[in-house]
């Protein structure tokens, strides 16, 4: 301690001069060795096993790798070796070291070495980063062109680490915690007015989309009906151009039927007319000849005869030329009517084109407003990402808001274990300072000391005079007292600290019962004196896999509605029941319970009952959100003036 006292006196003499330098002979890299030095002499490691003090430096400034590299050179840390590790990036080494100082120009890197050790006692060291919420020790420049550092001192007790008040007299500040928190609630406002804008353009990316399958419904019906018609007129075309062919067959085998009746009836004239030829020379024979007449009457009857049937045939010949001309005549009709049927039909099939060609352009814009639509839905992708960013976010600042409200109650059951340990040191310096002046006696003795009786007559008489024996009878009842009060504030943080620590992405082992007592100790100042709680815990009941911050977030957020539920006194019952593969928690309390309006809207984001100030509307949605991500369920019973029963129910293995 003597040690450390000595070069915290000069850090702070050298930072005194600093300013009178004005030749600059100490350079600012120095500077920064002496913080780090001096950084490491006033933490207490816990865990002091390690054999030599690793520091971690992640920088490219080769003026402070060298004046580290001459640190660890020249001097020790605890009476320990220093290992100085310089990287480039953050990897597994990380994990190795006590200390890690990370420079301006890597400081991008922090939050990724945050992560890594959080929880771990190892204490990071930054270089002008600007988000104090995350800062251990944090040097920056001053308006003065001087060196200061910052401090966030509850960040340092959660990894496990004790700081000492005296290193505030290097010249660094403490970091204004309640300040953080003001301005994490006007972050966590901000992001509430974007998620309201995000979640507008949702529902009007959602309206679209509901349009434009409205639209594509439509225009597919349309090709449907579009596609059964063209199919129906092409049978109906196909069997035409069947008709049409056969009708020219017919007509081409009646052509030529005609045309070989034409030729008979040509020959048959011929005939006849050879005929009366033959009959004016016999006529010219019967003038000549009266005998040869009678002869050849007979045969001439015969002739005669034979004439009047074929003059009978031929008139038969005509007719059925007539008619032959009747049924050309009627073919021809017939002949007129196809081709016109088939120029319609031409018609027809050209207007059926112009209807396929707009089919196409129709389907090219379908086409188009189906690309629109895979457009449309990678943005709704991308706002769906950032919309699940915003959750994550709004957890932790649920998270933190939770913190800030449990700030005041926290503090003050801090306070009471803390004022405990303070009377307890003040008795036993008193005590102390009873038995001192006979301590001191004691030590003088020798076994050369001379007068040795009357020595110790001196001492009974001291003992007497400044009660040496109540005193000595006190001492270890107070230590007790004041183990009991360290214990008290340790638990509390312990608490907190198990609460407030952020997910791995891992699922991890939890112990339901553990968690209720931590959320019941984290919210006592707000139940105690006026609600009683009934625990009933099923024994049964062994650790489980979850994400352990998520799920102490729904027994932190649905114990503290039970508790605001509760206007003056009344009962809390909280129990624990191995059903199967799942675990059922139960919260019932005799408040003022809830109307069917309010528990229809319960979960919603940014609703609720509370006064402004009291509360975000955040906790059960976020709370529901978490228990649908474990594949669990949460249902609510309750009625307005009866109370309300919480009961969420947790499988033992996530699928």
């Not at 933490?43 to 992640?58: A, C, D, G, P, Y």
């Not at 990724?112 to 771990?120: A, I």
């Not at 204004?176 to 901000?190: F, G, N, P």
């Not at 801090?414 to 009377?423: H, R």
Request: proline content about 2%.
């Amino acid at each position: 301690m003597k040690k450390a006292h000595k070069y915290l006196f000069v850090l702070v003499v050298a930072c005194f001069l600093l300013p009178l330098t004005s030749n600059a002979q100490i350079k600012r890299s120095q500077i920064i060795g002496s913080y780090i030095y001096n950084f490491a002499n006033n933490i207490t490691w816990k865990n002091q096993k390690f054999e030599s003090f690793n520091i971690v430096l992640i920088s490219s400034n080769i003026e402070i790798i060298n004046e580290l590299k001459n640190l660890a050179l020249k001097r020790k840390v605890h009476e320990k070796n220093i290992i100085l590790t310089v990287l480039d990036a953050p990897n597994s080494k990380v994990l190795d070291a006590q200390l890690v100082f990370i420079t301006f120009d890597k400081i991008n890197y922090y939050m990724n070495v945050f992560d890594m050790v959080e929880g771990k006692e190892i204490v990071i060291v930054s270089e002008d980063f600007d988000n104090k919420s995350y800062v251990m020790l944090n040097l920056f420049d001053s308006e003065d062109n001087t060196v200061k550092f910052e401090i966030n001192k509850p960040n340092i007790l959660n990894q496990n680490l004790e700081i000492s008040d005296e290193i505030l007299l290097m010249g660094g500040t403490k970091i204004d915690v309640a300040e953080i928190y003001l301005k994490s609630q006007h972050t966590l406002r901000a992001m509430e007015l974007k998620m309201d804008s995000f979640l507008l353009k949702l529902d009007s990316l959602q309206t679209k989309i509901n349009e434009s399958n409205l639209q594509v419904q439509s225009q597919n019906n349309l090709i449907d009906k579009q596609v059964f018609l063209i199919d129906s007129q092409q049978v109906f075309y196909n069997k035409l151009l069947n008709k049409i062919k056969e009708d020219r067959v017919f007509i081409t085998k009646q052509a030529e039927l005609l045309n070989n009746q034409k030729y008979n009836l040509k020959i048959l004239k011929d005939s006849l007319l050879s005929n009366k030829d033959i009959l004016s020379e016999q006529r010219l024979k019967i003038v000549n000849s009266k005998s040869v007449l009678d002869q050849k009457i007979s045969e001439i009857d015969s002739v005669n005869k034979e004439i009047e049937s074929r003059n009978l045939l031929l008139h038969d010949k005509d007719s059925l030329i007539e008619k032959q001309r009747q049924i050309l005549y009627l073919f021809g009709i017939i002949i007129f009517i196809v081709v016109l049927f088939v120029f319609f039909s031409v018609v027809w099939i050209r207007q059926i084109r112009k209807k396929n060609q707009k089919l196409f352009e129709q389907r090219q814009k379908i086409h188009q407003i189906n690309s629109k639509l895979i457009e449309n839905n990678e943005e709704l992708k991308t706002t769906l990402e950032e919309i699940k960013q915003m959750q994550q976010q709004l957890v932790q600042s649920e998270k933190m808001a939770s913190l800030g409200v449990l700030s005041a109650g926290i503090a003050h059951e801090i306070n009471n274990p803390i004022n405990f340990v303070y009377a307890g040191i003040n008795s036993l310096l008193r005590d102390f300072q009873d038995i001192e002046p006979i301590i001191n006696e004691v030590s003088k003795l020798t076994p050369e000391t001379e007068n040795l009786p009357k020595k110790i007559e001196k001492i009974i008489k001291l003992k007497e005079e400044n009660y040496f024996d109540e005193a000595f009878e006190a001492i270890p009842a107070i230590i007790s007292d004041i183990k009991l009060g360290a214990d008290r504030t340790a638990e509390i943080i312990k608490g907190l600290r198990s609460f407030s620590r952020t997910e791995k992405g891992e699922l991890q082992l939890f112990d339901l019962r553990e968690g209720i007592d931590v959320a019941l100790l984290l919210l006592k100042n707000k139940y105690k004196n006026h609600i009683e709680i009934i625990r009933d815990f099923d024994e049964n009941i062994t650790e489980f896999l979850c994400y352990p911050g998520k799920i102490n977030q729904v027994l932190l957020n649905i114990i503290s509605n039970a508790i605001d539920a509760i206007e003056e006194k009344g009962t809390i019952t909280i129990t624990t029941k191995k059903s199967g593969e799942n675990i059922l928690f139960k919260v019932k309390d005799d408040g003022v319970g809830m109307s069917k309006e309010v528990k229809e809207r319960i979960f919603d984001p940014f609703f609720t009952t509370k006064s402004v100030g009291k509360g975000t509307g955040l906790g059960l949605s976020i709370t529901y959100g978490i228990i649908q991500e474990h594949n669990g369920s949460i249902k609510i019973i309750s009625e307005l003036g009866l109370g309300s029963e919480f009961l969420v129910t947790l499988p033992t293995n996530i699928k």
